[in-house]
């Protein structure tokens, strides 16, 4: 799920940027920044990112400024700029080139400056900082809380639509075997008569017939996964592994009642039913 929070702290001893985003993903993916005097810590605080969000891209980003520490500081090599220098005059008064950018030249050679190392944080300075991080982690994650129980709501909407419109199968579900059985009736009639009639094969293809018509055990098996789908939501740990199998399960006689039914208006439903379903499907995705 999406989620968002920062901290800024700037005060006379440090400048602290932390911002920690979250967007849609299947596992758990975090790519982080941080500043090079943290990044002892950035193990730490990955982890508990990991441990938090659970799921999702997530991107961390740490800036950190000691404002009292002037240890980081670029240092000259005087005596392999002096080296570089000597070596780049004697080679142009060599081929008789311009030496006013000499200096210049010899600057931007490898390793003409180095970096001092910058100092580690002070304990009593990592916590101001952690818990700064603990504060942005919390915005993030309530934003996705947020998301979350709209989410949560949308589910058992789409849940409690594909109920209704079962109720609307089940009424339509009488006619249709009435309409069903006079057909058959005028079918048998016809074929009776016939001087090809085989008894035997007559009893097979009706029960073949009417076990393919009934839907009676897919409404029942429908109904208790839609039971379970609510039961599944409303506990208290994340279950999304299982609500997309849940799902699944409501697909299959979602189908099997369409393709059983040979009846418009019960076709009509079992599309808005697919509907419903694919939102929700759609939904899980974002859930652990």
Known sequence: MTGFGSVNIDNESMNLLIEIKS???????ISSKVSHALSEKEV?????????LERGKINLLVIYTNKKNTAERAVVNKDLVGQYYKDLKATAQAVGADEQDLFRLAMMMPDAYTVSPVAA????????????????????????????????????DCTNKITKLLTEIEKFDPQRLITIREKLHQQV?????????????????????VERLDINEEKVRLKSH?????????EPISNGKKLNFITQEMGRE????????????????????????EKMKEQLNNVV
């Not at 730490?44 to 938090?52: T, W």
């Not at 979602?254 to 009846?263: C, E, L």
């Not at 079992?270 to 419903?276: I, N, T």
């Open 189 to 209: 009639k016809d074929f009776i008569s016939s001087e090809h009639f085989d008894a035997n094969r007559f009893e097979q293809e009706l029960i073949y017939y």
């Open 226 to 234: 839609l039971n379970y789908f609510l039961e599944t939501l409303n």
């Open 254 to 277: 979602i189908n099997t009642i369409g393709s059983k039914a040979n009846d418009a208006q019960i076709q009509h439903l079992v599309v808005q039913m697919k509907d419903e379903l």
């Open 121 to 156: 944080v002070s304990e009593e300075e990592w916590q101001i900082i952690y818990e700064a991080f603990l504060v942005a982690l919390k915005k993030c994650d309530n934003f996705r809380c947020i998301e979350g129980e709209v989410m949560l709501q949308m589910m058992k």
């Open 23 to 29: 967007l849609n993903s299947k596992g758990l993916d």
């Open 44 to 52: 730490e605080l990955r982890n508990h990112l990991g441990k938090v």
